[in-house]
């Protein structure tokens, strides 16, 4: 076999980025965000345990109906503001999608960890804590101070990238 030329020492420079397993769930996240249909924000999250993926979700209307890129924005239309009346939206949450895909798969998501483009709302801290998550990981911030709260007071870990 005939030689490069090259020591190891400029091949070892020469290696690609390799993403720390934060970022690398991070990206997925980012990438599950784009089949978003909802019209505000497009999020994406994603469950791991042990460094494997279990379920994954986006925000969105529930499978079979209509998405609200093809009706409208419900919440825009009545001028409802971000952070408030959750109830009155046909899309779920991107976490409550990927619990939720966990559970109809028969996965748990007990001692897993979150990750998420966006920290979660109130409704889905509630969930993350009773679905024994115990991890969440965000990207940016969502002004929600109550769920910030109850996921410290659950004891869930939060940090943001």
């Known amino acids: 076999m005939a030689k490069t030329g090259r020591s190891k020492?400029?091949?070892?420079?020469?290696?690609?980025?390799?993403?720390?397993?934060?970022?690398y769930f991070m990206a997925i996240a980012d990438l599950i965000s784009k089949r978003s249909t909802c019209l505000r924000r497009s999020v994406g999250a994603v469950i791991v345990k042990d460094r494997r993926l279990l379920a994954t979700g986006y925000n969105g209307a529930p499978s079979g109906l209509h998405h609200c890129l093809d009706v409208g924005c419900l919440?825009?239309?009545l001028g409802v503001p971000s952070g408030e009346r959750h109830e009155l939206c046909r899309g779920l949450h991107a976490e409550q999608n990927a619990i939720i895909q966990a559970a109809l798969h028969g996965v748990s998501v007990n001692g897993s960890s979150l990750y998420c483009t966006n920290h979660p709302c109130i409704i889905c801290a509630k969930m993350i804590i009773n679905a024994g998550i115990v991890t969440v990981v965000v990207k940016a911030d969502y002004k929600d101070k109550l769920a910030t709260d109850i996921l410290k007071e659950a004891g869930v870990k939060v940090s943001q990238l």
Do not use: S
Not at 13 to 21: A, L, Q
């Open 9 to 23: 020492p400029e091949v070892a420079r020469r290696k690609k980025h390799r993403p720390e397993w934060d970022e």
């Open 75 to 77: 919440r825009e239309q």
